[in-house]
């Protein structure tokens, strides 16, 4: 399967700030990407489908202008939640669609975003 | 998307066999059926995904009825390294379709 990298692993920001999150397929090149959030103790909440070389496209109750979300290569997507609050804080991972036939994502290690 | 529902948490021991039902009573004729793995603090981990009958790897069994309105994943003699959240998600194979996480099941192995 492939590997996906996430950078950083975690981060501790001040509220207002910007933080970016990378992620990375490593060793296939990924038309589609995902990223998800995931609160403690709970499950994975889908936000955003992002698609190489055009906008992403935002779940429901995700707020666009807030996530920003950039695919510019196969090889990387990245999540920059912009003015941060603590109410942001929470555990971050993409993941990469695997081959169309098996419908199979593979995970990032996931980024932890801490907002004082 | 079909909606899943799996017991919230189970507890089982070392060296047993654990099978944990999802019940899907909403699938779609193209839908799949696939079980991921979490531990804390790290992205989920394909275990396993089939559309009928039964599948095997290296890692778990998934059984099917004729039905498909649910489904059984089957850990052979567990330890306690499996301890971990497995999600049961259905989702169809059309080009690429996005996946929806239920609340899962919380495994507990104790020694």
């Known amino acids: 399967g492939a590997v996906v990298s996430q950078h950083p692993s975690w981060v501790i920001c001040k509220s207002g700030t910007s933080v970016k999150i990378e992620c990375r397929s490593l060793?296939?090149?990924?038309?589609?990407m995902f990223w998800y959030r995931q609160f403690p103790k709970q499950s994975l909440m889908l936000m955003a489908t992002?698609?190489?070389?055009?906008?992403?496209?935002?779940e429901q109750g995700v707020e666009k202008d807030k996530f920003l979300i950039n695919h510019a290569s196969l090889t990387l997507s990245t999540l920059t939640v912009t003015s941060a609050h603590p109410e942001d804080s929470s555990f971050y991972i993409c993941?990469?669609?695997?081959?169309?036939?098996?419908?199979?994502?593979?995970f990032g290690p996931g980024t932890r975003l801490t907002v004082l | 998307l079909a909606k899943t529902t799996q017991p919230i948490s189970m507890d089982s021991y070392e060296g047993q066999e654990v099978n944990i039902t999802c019940s899907h009573n909403?699938?779609?004729?193209?839908?799949?059926i696939t079980w991921y793995q979490q531990f804390p603090s790290q992205g989920p981990r394909f275990i396993i995904q089939?559309?009928?009958t039964k599948v095997t790897n290296e890692v778990a069994s998934l059984f099917i009825p004729a039905d498909r309105k649910s489904s059984t994943l089957s850990l052979p003699r567990v330890s306690l390294s499996d301890t971990a959240v497995y999600y049961c998600?259905?989702?169809?194979?059309?080009?690429?379709?996005?996946?929806?996480f239920g609340k899962g099941t919380m495994l507990l192995v104790s020694p």
């Open positions: 909403n699938i779609a004729t193209n839908d799949y």
């Open positions: 993941s990469v669609q695997g081959l169309a036939e098996y419908n199979e994502q593979f």
């Open positions: 089939g559309y009928k």
């Open positions: 060793d296939f090149q990924a038309t589609t």
């Open positions: 998600l259905v989702g169809g194979l059309s080009g690429y379709s996005t996946l929806t």
């Open positions: 992002s698609n190489e070389g055009s906008k992403a496209t935002y």
